[in-house]
């Protein structure tokens, strides 16, 4: 039996989301557009990721002329190996320095900077990749990844050690920078849209706005025949609500302490949190210590600023010790349906 209260959230919460995405259409978008150098990262990973190799000369050379450090070129290069492989990478770091080369024989003398020096790491690399993947989904990541991290634990190691402890926090490029390439070379490939996906959310959550990552979307996607034009619709345009689902396993002994603590934290978060949406948890009648939580909030900064509140650290704490497994599920909304009396049953 559906609760009431829910009911009347989840109803606000479609329409209020019905009008942002209608909002978002009538608007277009923010009017910031992608300057001379992010154009260049684009062009430069979308001909790597292809192997397009006279392409890449030319974006290359277009980078540098439009003031591109020559190592923020090569790091392009380097961070591509993960998203394209080592062969197109290293071809693309070959003709780079063909191209240095032949400027410097042509008198041109390219911008250029020390690399950062790489020092040993004695940290626990696998957490602190983790942290940098928390810092570009705004997402909790679960230890291991769940899926892939507990059939494949290596790659799952790969991922957090490396890509994300040692690719990713090199200063050498900014974390949007990154994701312009990351988002660029998957756009110019085939069968990444999940990826893809995945990429375009990190990519906004690093500043990148609706119209420069459209643009990227045409620039990359539209030059090399890749996949992006299909996802723009869905990634990009639609509605900036967050949708998760939460699903908890509680310690027996603190479950009737559990309820109290969600149900205490929910209300405070509805009656204080207009980003809120909805937040409704239930138990699983046939193993009532198995929780489902659906949250749904206006914008990723709602859900930001969700995690800051008072109430959420009281509840996060409290209840540390309580659960013995939390999951947080990325979903997509594919479908509502309402009666159309609801509204009015509600009053």
């Known amino acids: 039996m559906i609760d009431p209260g829910f009911s009347k959230w989840i109803v606000t919460g479609i329409i209020l989301l019905i009008a942002m995405d ?19 990262i684009v062009a430069i990973s979308a001909a790597t990721a292809t192997g397009d190799l006279p392409a890449l000369k030319t974006s290359l050379a277009t980078g540098l002329d ?48 020390a690399e950062p020096e790489i020092k040993a790491d004695t940290t626990d690399k696998y957490e602190k990749g983790r942290k940098v993947l928390e810092a570009l989904t705004k997402v909790p990541q679960a230890k291991p990844a769940p899926g892939f991290g507990g059939f494949a634990p290596r790659i799952d190691a790969f991922l957090k050690e490396h890509l994300f402890a040692d690719v990713f926090e090199s200063s050498v490029l900014t974390y949007q920078q990154r994701e312009l ?24 959550n690093t500043g990148l706005t609706p119209n420069q990552l459209t643009q990227v979307i045409s620039q990359a996607g539209k030059q090399h025949a890749g996949t992006a034009q299909v996802l723009s619709g869905k990634a990009i345009n639609a509605s900036p609500w967050i949708v998760r689902l939460a699903k908890i396993e509680i310690d027996p002994n603190f479950l009737d302490q559990y309820k109290a603590a969600i149900d205490e934290h929910t209300h405070a978060a509805l009656e204080s949190e207009p ?53 947080l599920v990325e979903v997509d909304a594919i479908a509502f349906g309402l009666k159309s009396n609801l509204l009015q049953s509600e009053k």
């Open 22 to 40: 209608i909002n978002a259409q009538n608007n277009g978008n923010d009017g910031q557009s992608l300057d001379a150098r992010q154009q260049s």
């Open 275 to 327: 980003g809120v949406l909805t937040l409704y948890a239930m138990t699983e009648e046939l193993h009532p210590t198995r929780v489902t939580v659906l949250e749904i909030y206006a914008s990723a900064e709602a859900y930001q600023a969700h995690l800051k509140t008072a109430h959420f650290i009281k509840y996060k704490t409290g209840t540390q010790k309580m659960v013995k497994s939390l999951e």
């Open 181 to 204: 390439a990351t988002i660029s070379a998957l756009a110019a490939m085939t069968g990444l849209e999940s990826q893809l996906k995945s990429h375009l959310s990190m990519g906004a």
């Open 66 to 113: 439009a003031g591109l450090p020559v190592n923020q070129a090569r790091e392009v290069l380097v961070h591509l190996y993960a998203y394209c492989g080592f062969p197109r990478s290293l071809n693309g770091i070959n003709t780079l320095m063909a191209l240095l080369s032949e400027r410097k024989a042509q008198g041109i003398v390219d911008q250029d900077a």
